[in-house]
């Protein structure tokens, strides 16, 4: 955690007092110069100690930008069904870190108990609570927000993704480490589904993926958390994704429309 929390700036009379005192003419000229100086303590000790403590932190660059943005996967979309706010906003705070640029986000009206109302807020308003929640990730997202998984699924195709890949904990799903056949989907134009960590997707959700995997849990708590998951998903489709693009493969990136849209 980064220390500028603990950091107090000294006031202007205390500098006063430990530098002697000032004269009567002068104390109106000290009293305003200490408050302004006082005003930018805290801002700078802020940026000092996340500069120092955060590596990355700093303000981005036009530089940073383009860099990050040649090294965004394209095909890649993650899709989130009534999740509740912590999850979504690891969910894509770890999408960004990847480098995927794309997340829908599904919200049901017949879910707003089971998202303790996250799922029920107007739409700008859970943007700015995933914003902070995610430490900003979703400023650097391209999020869209659904009424219904029909609906996300229509925007997908029109988009191009030909793959809708659900996670499930069934025994039936493709496993997530296989290679080969089993393994071709993640090379398409995929979009990742995920449920909420209670209830998981919902039938309709099921019904029009065109494949399910599964991570295979060989553990006594058979309860991997929804955020978790995604990780582990997310980071294998980018690698099996890797094998066919080649490392520094610049051309399956984002094209430069859509780079310059983000």
Known sequence: KSSARTLKPVGWAQRRKARGGCGDGRAAEAAAAGAAEDA?????A???ALARHLPGSEA???ERL?????KRHAGVAVVVENGRKGNVAS???TAECLG???IHLVYTPDQVVSTRGFGG????VRSRWLSKLSKSATDWLEVRQHRSIAACAQALREDGYDALVATVPADGAVPLYSDGDDAAWARRSVAVLFGSGAGGLHDEALLRADVKVTVRQTGMTQALKVAACAAIVLAEVL???AGREGAGDESAGLIEGEQRRL
Do not use: N, Q
Request: glycine residues 0%; proline residues 7%.
């Open 239 to 241: 690698r099996k994704r």
């Open 121 to 124: 807020m107007l739409e700008e």
């Open 91 to 93: 969910i894509a705070r």
């Open 60 to 62: 981005p660059t036009r």
């Open 100 to 102: 995927i640029s794309s």
């Open 40 to 44: 930018a303590a805290p801002i700078e």
């Open 66 to 70: 383009r860099d990050a943005l040649k």
């Open 46 to 48: 802020r940026e000092v």
